[in-house]
T-cell receptor, first 112, second 115 residues
Framework: DAKTTQPNSMESNEEEPVHLPCNHS???????IHWYRQLPSQGPEYVIH???SNVNNRMASLAIAEDRKSSTLILHRATLRDAAVYYC?????????????FGKGTKLSVKP | GAGVSQSPSNKVTEKGKDVELRCDPI?????LYWYRQSLGQGLEFLIY????????KSGLPSDRFSAERTGGSVSTLTIQRTQQEDSAVYLC?????????????FGSGTQLSVL
């Protein structure tokens, strides 16, 4: 299964943009890139996903490199509520574990 | 509408006892996942149900763990002869189908403590 690599932790200041990187150099053409986040003491929640083109929604933006070997989750103005562990995941048909394998993620801290 | 519901939210049991954890997925969702998360750790896949297909049980850590999904809806995760290392948060998620572009909806989890 295709794997992702993320930094263990990142820090941000409140109301500043945050760019969370993810490397997926072994991505295949049919892999979707998904991002989830997990706030303390809660189950993960969906953030955004994409295949080839950049995506925007009310929570965040997803920038996908042209070769698709990396992507960046962008939080435009971090708030204290955005402090969470962010998971970058690849999904493809025929993969194992329900086609959704969580790595260790990036723990984002937001300073007031 | 209602999200994914898990019960109980907390379960304390004694070592050696059996426990059952319940997951009510979102109505109409055909895909259902179980994960567990030990303190400070990431999510560990346990089992995946998709429609009428045979479940993917590749993540179940031992034969003490089993899960079923009745009528394609509610799922029960059973742990027999619980051990202290089974203590964790057990998370359930569902999605509309098996599409790779779909998002998963997670429940709040069951905190299992084995004394």
């Amino acid at each position: 299964d295709a794997k992702t690599t993320q930094p263990n932790s990142m820090e941000s200041n409140e109301e500043e943009p945050v760019h969370l990187p993810c490397n997926h150099s072994t991505i295949s053409g049919t892999d979707y890139i998904h991002w989830y986040r997990q706030l303390p003491s809660q189950g993960p929640e969906y953030v955004i996903h994409g295949l080839t083109s950049n995506v925007n929604n009310r929570m965040a933006s997803l920038a996908i490199a042209e070769d698709r070997k990396s992507s960046t989750l962008i939080l435009h103005r971090a708030t204290l509520r955005d402090a969470a562990v962010y998971y970058c995941i690849l999904r493809s048909y025929g993969g194992s574990q329900g086609n959704l394998i969580f790595g260790k993620g990036t723990k984002l801290s937001v300073k007031p | 509408g209602a999200g994914v519901s898990q019960s109980p939210s907390n379960k304390v049991t004694e070592k050696g006892k059996d426990v059952e954890l319940r997951c009510d997925p979102i109505s109409g969702h055909t895909a259902l996942y179980w994960y567990r998360q030990s303190l400070g750790q990431g999510l560990e896949f346990l089992i995946y149900f998709q429609g009428n297909s045979a479940p993917d049980k590749s993540g179940l850590p031992s034969d003490r763990f089993s899960a079923e999904r009745t009528g394609g809806s509610v799922s029960t995760l059973t742990i027999q002869r619980t051990q202290q290392e089974d203590s964790a948060v057990y998370l359930c998620a569902s999605s509309p189908g098996g599409g790779m572009g779909e998002k998963l909806f997670f429940g709040s989890g069951t905190q299992l403590s084995v004394l």
